[in-house]
């Protein structure tokens, strides 16, 4: 089965995002005063094939954990779906 | 109200993704060859406060057209929530 996954990678609540504080005060000047935050992170979508949405599932967690984030700063959440092609 | 908007951004289909090229390389060395594609987006978790959800659309449509994303080769989606602080 073919497997689409959608990961969300965001800094850990304690780190500091100076990323998110420029982009705050960048909408602050284009005149959204209404926001008072931003945090930026990554979106990644993984196409693979695997035997089962167990499998997928084990197989993302151990990508996440190898290359596609940094545990030390980094956390992640994913959703997995089945895809056709 | 304070409410949470979490943005999904994308390049557009069209768009080829050199990032996302070398990330499914990346994982094929390291043994996770059912990997058939990957794209890289970003990921973002704007706070603001609006009076409604329909306000805070009308808010967010508007920052992601004028300074989150590049609206010649990005796509962006986002999802809305009530927070409570």
């Known amino acids: 089965m073919n ?3 959608k990961i969300f990678v965001t800094l850990k609540d304690s780190v500091l995002d100076p990323q998110g504080k ?3 005060h960048a909408l602050h000047a284009l005149k959204y005063g209404a926001v008072s935050d931003v945090r930026i ?3 990644m979508e993984v ?15 151990g990508m996440c954990d ?3 984030t940094n545990p030390v700063i980094e956390k992640f959440t994913f959703e997995l779906m089945e895809v056709s092609q």
Do not use: H, P
């Open 3 to 5: 497997v689409l996954a």
């Open 22 to 24: 420029a982009v705050t």
């Open 41 to 43: 992170g990554k979106y």
């Open 47 to 61: 196409t693979l094939s695997a035997n089962s949405l167990d499998d997928a599932d084990r197989l993302v967690r």
């Open 66 to 68: 190898e290359l596609l």
